[in-house]
Structures are given as C-alpha cells and as structure tokens.
C-alpha cells in the first residue's frame, strides 16, 4: 500500500512540472464610476506570495504564471476591497471596475466645515458631539450654535429655525431625503423632527440648492442618519439627560445591525418629559412636554444598486403658557404693558389647556442603480400623515374639545439621474410630483382656521458643476414649479364685505347661506428659480465662494385663508387671497480660512424680496373665548442685509478659542420702515480647554451677548372699554439686551471598550439672569427661563 501511495506522489508532482507556467496576466485596473483608471491599488494572488501595484495608467502584471485559476484580492484606499476570479490560459488580458467614489455611499469621514451640498453657497454642518450635547434640546437649540441662525420662540419648548432672518415656509426641513410637510406655517409649530435620529445635520443658508425645492428662500435644513459602514457588526448607542429646569430630561437609544453583503437594519428611540419650566423669579406655568420618538431603517446598499425603507413616528404635548391667554382688552392691555404674568401655579408635570399635541407619521421606499460609465439614476417614493389638535380654554361638554383639528396628508414622488461619468463635471436633473389633501375637522363647534384643500405640485430641475481647474468650480442650476391649490371654506359675509372679496372673488361663491358664504378659491402658481455661482481655492488654506439665487415661493394656505382664532397662538389671524409668490434675488458670498492654527469665516448677503409676505399686529379684537391681538397678512417688498463671520484660534495642543457674530438689517422698502421679528444682533464667545490625557477632558465657557433690536415698528393703537379710550398696545418694543454665559464639562471613561462612557455636565444661563428675547412670542407676558443644569450619559455599545 506504502508503494502505491510514492507512485501516485511521482505520478502527480510529474504532471504539475509538466504544466505550462510561462503565462502572462495583464491586468487593467478601471473606476466603475467614470471609467477612468485608478494607479495605487494593491494586486495580491492569494494562492502564492505575490503581488504588485498598479501604474498611473491603471495596468499591472504577473509572469510566469500557470495555466488555471487564480483568485486575485485588489485593494485601493478610497475602494472596497475586491476578490475576483481570473482563468489564466496562456497570455491572459482582464479588465477590473473598483467601486471608487466611495463618498456617494458615505462611507468616507467628511473631516471639517466642508460644505457636502452646494459648491459656491454657504453651508455649515454640526458635528455629532454638537448633536449629542443637544440631544434634550429641540433642532432650533442645536442648530443655533451656528453663526446666522435664531430662533423663533414659543416659550421653551416650541422652537423653529431663522435662518438670516427668515423662518417659517421660507425653510424647507429634508428628513433623511424626505421633505417634512407639516404645518410649518405657524410660528408656534415647532418642526415634528426627532433631533436625535438624525446625527449629521447641514444647513444651506438661501436658495442656493434648488435640488431640494426653489421655495426655500430662507436655506435648506439637511438631516441625515449616520451611514452605516458594510461590514458585519452590531453596535448602538444610549444617551440619558436629566435637566434640573423642567426637573425632567429625555433618554435616546440606538441599535445597528450591519452585514458585508450591504445589508443593514437600524432602530432608534427617544422619549422625553418635563414638567413646568422656570423663569429666575417665578414659575412658567403650563409649560411642560411630553416627546416621544422612533425610527426604523432597513436596506441594502452597494456601489452599484441599493434601496433603503425608512419609517419614522413622532409625537408631542406640548403646554401653552396660561398667562398668554387674557379674558378682556383691558386683562391683555394690562399684561402686555406691565410685563407681569396674570398666571402663577405650582410646579406641576400636567399639561392642561391651552395646549398642542402634533403626530407626525413619514414613511419612504427609495430605490438607486448605477450604470457603467453613465451615471447613478433614483427614484422614491414617500408619505406623511400629520395631526395636529389644539386646545383651548373652553367650558362645558367642550372643554376636552380640541378648538384645532387638522389632518395633513402627503403622497410624494420623486426621481433623478446624477451624470458623473466625465471626470470634473457633474449634472443632475430630476422630477417631483406630490399630492396634499388637509382635512379640518367640523366638529371642534369652532370656526375653522385652515378650510379643507387639496394642493397638487409639480417640480423639474436641473443642476450642474464644472471644475475649470484645480483652483476654480463653478456651479449653476434651474428650476420650475407648479403649484394648484383647491379649496372649499365658509366665509362670514361681514368678513367677505370687509375684505373687500365681494368685489374681487365674486365668481367663487358656490352658495350663499345667509349669514354665510361656501366658496371654492382654485389659484395656480408657476414659480422659476435658479442659482449660479464659484468657488475659487486661493491656496490649501484659503477659499472665496460667491452665490446668486432666485428663488419664488407660492403663499402656503395660513397666507392665504386664516380667518379666525389661532388658539395655541393665542391670537387671531387674518389671509388674503390676493396673494402672489414672493420673488427672493439673494447675493452671497463667504471668504474662508482653515489651518490648524487659526481659521476664520466672513459671509455677507444682500437678500431682495419682492412681494414679501409679512404677519403684523393690525390691532385686537374681543371674541367669547377672551381677548386677542389681530395680526394681518400683507405683501410688501424688503431687502435683507446681514454678514455671519466667525473665527478660532488654537493657542495650544489644549486651548482653544472661538467668536461667531451674526448681524442682519430688515426693512420694508415700500413704506421705508423696518421689518418685525428680525433677530437682533448676537456675538458669541467661548473658550475651551481639551485634554485627551485626562480622559478626554473637556471645559468649555461660552458667553453670548445678544443686542437690543432698536429698529423695529411702531406699536399699535387700541381701545380700552375700561378707560373708554384709545391707548398705546406696547407689542412691537423689542425688550433690552442681554448677556448670558454658559458652562460645559465632559470626559470619558472605559467600561468594557475604550471610551465607551462619555459623562457630561452643562449649565445655561448660569448666572440665572433676568431676560426677555425679541423673538420669544411670550416675552408680552413673562421672563425666559432661568438657569438649567443638565447631566448627560453617553454609552456606546
């Protein structure tokens, strides 16, 4: 048997020596993005000790190769690695596509301010230890650390963006690719965005990335999730905040299951609650929240194809003020005039009325494939549903009855090809359709605010980029919308006379009820916008970047059709609907530093609107509910000047400083008199001090200095049945200015992994100063809130 097995041994090492190992492999590595070829990657054969790299022109090759197969293992440093299988036989050619570009699956750290969605415009990015420092706090809160951006207060807890002085439904909010639709029109609707399932937060300040809609006048909000790298892991994430103003917090947590294949699965969650928030002298009664989050990602990604189905929940119950509903004139005269709350409870974790509770509901199935030498094609398909009740004070069988009952549904579809084929050029066009449906709900037994309708949009655009040289990137874009709006609202004839619709609207009348008039408003809108500008490197450290954009944006239904009591807004609001689109032409420019050393930013505008549509106390009227301020809809036109600039210095390995200023003027060209609620202007200051030695040790003092607005309009007239005359309404003085300083420490520790915990502590307003904010919309009625001490835990698992 022994004898056999040295014959068979013989038999086979005889035919190995006799094969042919004379053969060639020519080899050819090719970007699968453009075609173009990649030097440096790295050829090993895994079967032997051999490997190379190939040339500036992309080639390699091995001799003296056997007949067979051979299986290669390529890497490259911005490529997946690759395992391919080659049949050699004889002299052999092989061409292989590398998935480069590895950026379009965000699987590439983006280091620094780098702007991800526009060439020439301003951009800014949040960092993630930003978003988890503010993960008790609302996107306005955390969005407000960068230069140019305030906020437009409802108390504490109700926060939307201004970015440059604008807000509202000139700032367009994109949640995980997913345009938000959700009552944004009223400045006491506060976006229905969980902060924390989105960790890379962008803001593209003006028109200027036209891909995302030509009615965002005031800049794109940019959420995105953390990409999830292909490779096969489970980890997440929990962060706990406790905050002693509110004597509450919130708790989010985070699991990631990820596999090589591509495949992913991602589930987050977040609850919070707080009970009545404090001014530094007294108790802000009614001003409690109850939040809570989830969000769930499953797909499957690699370079050529990839689809994604997201789900996202989101509620909230949120507490008005009680001291900013008044019963009479007189009451509202009194409040507003002596600064003083009328209302001042215990603390308590009850939310009564007045009150809001919103659901928001987004769902979304995308879909993306790559073509060899082409480009990347997508189409998706979202939708929404949003509820948003309104309570308020009533008696009765209607006092648990909301006063606000409206249902937002949206269907949307949308699709794009990016062609990126030739090296220095990218083009992108693409189409948008939606249909909206709003349901306001008759039996609230209250006069409806926003009628029913049913919106119809329609968008094309088309965008491009061309790199000159190394040193010089233009970009420009164009788009087109078309936007119908149908509705059926009640009228009551004193308000269609006095508005003067029985003159201009006569041919929508559907039928006259008397006392009451059913009309059917149809308005079509075409919008044109478009953007144009340059970056210019002017070395390594040094850019200049200049933006033009035209923008249009059609009246959003509030503009349009209010008629009555805003309950949670605790004032009465009026539409027209003679409303055109406002025209926005916005120059933008920024110059910029960045070393490690010392940076800077500068970014003037100049921002001209016409047809600007502004929301302005016009007087008050006294209704069964109590007494409220009127503020009208009009059309005006205005120009908005303002420059954000920032800078920082590393003084140290350890220290650090940092100065944002943030200056912008409004006025109303037509009447020659400034615009209402423009944020005043603000220079914030801070000093850090980092050791990673110490566990990551951080201390950081920031002190923020924000100015009195001196250029605002003249307050209003009223009468007064107490005093049976006409008296001064002190509604539009901007309150004093204001100085504020703010402390925050963190530092991490090993638990199992290294740096696993991260603990902080934070405090604002931690000289628990007295003050009131010129865009907080209950600074009529109370102070701020007073200082707040928060403790956050950070566990990555």
């Known amino acids: 048997m022994k004898y056999y097995s040295y014959v068979f041994v013989i038999f086979c090492s005889s035919i190995i020596y006799a094969q042919d190992c004379n053969s060639i492999l020519l080899g050819e590595i090719v970007d699968f993005h453009d075609n173009s070829t990649l030097s440096g990657a790295t050829i090993n054969i895994t079967s032997k000790n051999a490997s190379t790299v190939s040339q500036e022109n992309g080639k390699f090759s091995f001799k003296n190769l056997c007949d ?75 969005l407000k650390k960068i230069p140019g951006i305030s906020t437009l207060n409802t108390g504490g807890n109700i926060v939307k963006p201004v970015i440059q002085g604008l807000n509202g439904s000139r700032i367009l909010i994109l949640n995980n690719n997913v345009r938000m639709q959700d009552m944004e029109w009223g400045e006491e609707h506060a976006p229905n965005v969980d902060v924390n399932a989105n960790q890379n937060i962008s803001v593209i300040k003006g028109a200027a990335a036209i891909e995302y809609g030509g ?79 989830l969000s769930l990602n499953i797909g499957k990604r690699d370079f050529v194809q990839g689809w994604e189905g997201y789900y996202s929940y989101f509620n909230s119950e949120i507490g008005i003020l009680r001291a900013s509903h008044i019963g009479n004139i007189d009451d509202l005269i009194l409040s507003i005039n002596s600064q003083e709350p009328s209302v001042i409870n215990d603390f308590t974790y009850e939310i009564i009325h007045p009150n809001q509770e919103v659901t ?62 030739k090296q220095g050029l990218d083009i992108k066009t693409g189409a948008m359709g939606r249909y909206q449906n709003n349901f306001a709900n008759p039996d609230t037994g209250v006069r409806r605010l926003i009628p029913d309708y049913d919106k119809f949009d329609f968008g094309l655009f088309a965008i491009g980029s061309y790199e000159i040289n190394p040193d010089w990137t233009i970009d420009a874009g164009a788009r087109y919308d078309f936007s119908r709006i149908d509705s059926k609202k009640y009228y009551r004839v004193s308000r269609w006379e006095e ?36 970056h210019y490197e002017i070395n390594e450290k040094d850019h200049l970047r200049f933006n033009y954009a035209l923008a249009q944006r059609a009246p959003n239904p509030s503009e349009l059709f209010s008629d009555g009591l805003h309950h949670s807004a605790a004032r009465i609001e009026l539409g027209d609907l003679r409303m055109k689109s406002e025209t926005s032409s916005k120059f933008s420019a920024s110059l910029e530093r960045n070393t490690t050393k010392w940076g800077y930013n ?61 200056w912008v003027r409004g006025n109303d060209t037509s009447t020659d008199t400034p615009l209402i609620n423009i944020p005043a202007a603000n220079l914030t200051n801070s000093i850090t001090y980092t050791n990673p030695k110490w566990n990551n040790l951080l201390v950081s003092l920031e002190s923020q200095y924000v100015f009195e607005q001196t250029r605002y309009p003249e307050n209003i007239e009223v009468f007064s049945p107490q005093q049976q005359e006409n008296v001064i309404l002190d509604i539009n003085t901007p309150p004093d200015a204001y100085h504020l300083l703010a402390l925050n420490t963190e530092a991490s520790f090993t638990l199992k992994n290294k740096n696993d915990l991260t603990v902080g502590l934070s405090a604002t307003n931690l000289l628990n100063t007295k003050y009131r904010d010129y865009l907080n919309r209950l600074r009529y009625f109370v102070d701020d809130t007073g200082r707040n001490i928060s403790l956050r835990l950070i566990f990555n698992y």
Request: negative net charge.
């Open 68 to 142: 067979g197969i051979l299986e290669l293992e390529i890497s490259h440093p911005e490529c997946t690695t690759k395992f391919v299988t080659i049949t050699i036989d004889g002299d052999t050619y092989s061409e292989i596509r590398l998935e480069h570009h590895l950026e379009e699956l965000n699987e590439v750290k983006v280091v620094g301010d780098v702007p991800k969605h526009t060439i020439s415009g301003q951009e800014n990015t949040l960092s993630v230890k930003d978003i988890e420092r503010n993960s008790g706090n609302s996107l306005g809160d955390a």
């Open 215 to 293: 009615d965002a006048i005031g800049g794109v909000i940019v959420l995105e999730p953390l990409p999830v790298v292909r490779t096969d892991s489970l980890f997440g994430k929990t962060q706990l905040n406790l905050s002693s103003n509110g004597r509450g917090g919130n708790i989010t947590s985070t699991l990631t299951k990820s596999y090589k294949s591509g495949l992913y699965i991602k589930a987050q969650g977040s609850y919070k609650m707080l009970g009545d928030l404090e001014a530094p002298d007294y108790i802000l009664s009614n001003t409690g929240i109850k939040e809570s989050g």
């Open 360 to 421: 928001h509901h987004l769902a979304k199935l995308n879909y993306y494939r790559r073509f060899e030498g082409f480009g990347k094609w997508m189409v998706q398909y979202d939708f929404q549903k949003n509820r948003r009740y309104e309570y308020d004070i009533r008696v009765g069988d209607d006092a648990d009855k909301a006063s606000l009952d409206l249902q937002l549904t949206t269907h949307s579809v949308l699709t794009n090809i990016k062609f990126d084929a």
């Open 499 to 534: 508005r003067g619709y029985d003159i201009d609207f006569s041919d929508i009348i559907l039928e006259d009820l008397g006392t009451q008039l059913l009309t059917n408003p149809v308005f079509d809108y075409h919008n044109i916008s478009g953007t144009a500008g340059f």
């Open 602 to 662: 500068v970014a003037p505008y100049l921002n001209s609107i016409n047809d600007f549509i502004i929301l302005e106390p016009t007087g008050v009227e006294f209704t069964i509910r109590g007494a409220f301020p009127v503020w009208s809809y009009r059309q005006t036109n205005t120009v908005l000047l303002g420059v954000d600039a920032s800078i920082y210095n590393n003084w140290t390995s350890n220290i650090r400083t940092d100065h944002k200023l943030a």
